[in-house]
């Protein structure tokens, strides 16, 4: 079974920064791709980011890009989300995930494992 334990949260100004961590283990073939969501109070899940293990081709919500940059480090088996140019809409729940191959990787129901989630705040 797949773990996923997220950290790096907390509160900061707009326009600062944040790096938050995704420690994975029991890691198996079914974690082909990891993915960052996020959850503001009161709004839908949404995809943020995500990376393919092997390759590290990445994907972005149009949202993030250009702030964003979801990184890998296959020996620690981590999962790093570097967002810059914090913004307060950027506020949320933010969760790690990990999914199969299927080209569909902003759909939460194509990632099978989840994080319990950290919390990102960002002030204006």
């Known amino acids: 079974q797949v773990q996923l334990v997220e950290s790096g949260g907390g509160l900061v100004q707009a326009g600062g920064s944040l790096r938050l961590s995704c420690a994975v283990s029991?890691?198996?073939?079914?974690?082909?791709?990891m993915g960052w969501f996020r959850q503001a109070p009161g709004k839908e899940r949404e995809f943020v980011a995500a990376?393919?293990?092997?390759?590290?081709?990445?994907f972005y919500a149009d949202s993030v890009k250009g702030r964003f940059t979801v990184s890998r480090d296959n020996a620690k088996n981590t999962v790093y989300l570097q967002m810059n140019s914090l913004k307060p809409d950027d506020t949320g729940i933010y969760y790690c995930?990990?999914?199969?191959?299927?080209?569909?990787?902003?759909?939460?129901?194509?990632?099978?494992?989840w994080g319990q989630g950290t919390q990102v705040t960002v002030s204006s």
């Open positions: 990376i393919i293990w092997t390759i590290g081709t990445t």
């Open positions: 995930a990990s999914g199969g191959s299927r080209p569909y990787y902003t759909r939460i129901s194509e990632y099978e494992y």
């Open positions: 029991g890691r198996s073939f079914s974690s082909y791709r």
